[in-house]
């Protein structure tokens, strides 16, 4: 419980903070709406948020599903061959240094205002750290593992399903935990820039409007739909480490 209830703890006090300075301060709505007004706005307009969180959510998960796929074969590949190692791992830290949001508006040009250009400018972010924690955890296995099952005839495939990748799984759902989140950053940055749906699209649409309390409540749905994810990595990570944690009978 205590786990549970430290956070929300802190969350109820910070917004109760944030709605006594906006009431004491008489902070127009303009620059700051209360927790109280935007949590009526989400109530009453809840079909136009859950509408413009759909395509974002979606956009989030397909990026991150092929961020990870993406990451584990090229730390899959980087692992086993050497030649790989000394060619990939250079550059992929030099396309990590690089600003991603500079090149957004590229992707955009590269493949249109679409879903597709948003996605792949998800994917770009987001895999990085998988491919770091994963290839972390693929070769920091027991070296005297990988002697006793060479030793027994296993061939590498026995070794990778059976020892590798149960053992490098802390490692790989790290990066998954940091990949969903720039997923989501990568989908909101494609629609500020081009979208005509998103939450993304419709926080832009609000600051230009100067409807602050528009932005705010779409800035809570967008959090909410960030933890969702998130718990589904977490709720994943649960799972695979009962499967292959699993005592055989």
Known sequence: MRAVLLPVALA???LAAWQAVVVLGD???VILPSPVSTLRYIVEHWDILLTHAVPTTLESAIGFVLATLLGVLLAIVI???SLAREALYPNLVFFQLIPKIALAPLFIIWLGIGMQSRVAFAVFIAFFPVVIAT??????VDRGMLRLCRSLTASEWQIFTHVRFPAALPYIFS???VAIT???IG???GEFIT??????YLIIFATARADTEVSMAAIVVLCVCGLLLYGLVALGEIVANRIFSAEPA
């Open 12 to 14: 109820v006090a910070a």
């Open 175 to 177: 990066g998954m935990k």
């Open 195 to 200: 979208a005509q749906a998103g939450l993304g």
């Open 182 to 184: 720039l997923a989501i």
């Open 187 to 189: 989908v909101i940055i």
């Open 79 to 81: 692992t086993y061959s």
């Open 27 to 29: 902070i127009p709505p």
């Open 135 to 140: 290839t972390a955890g693929f070769t920091s």
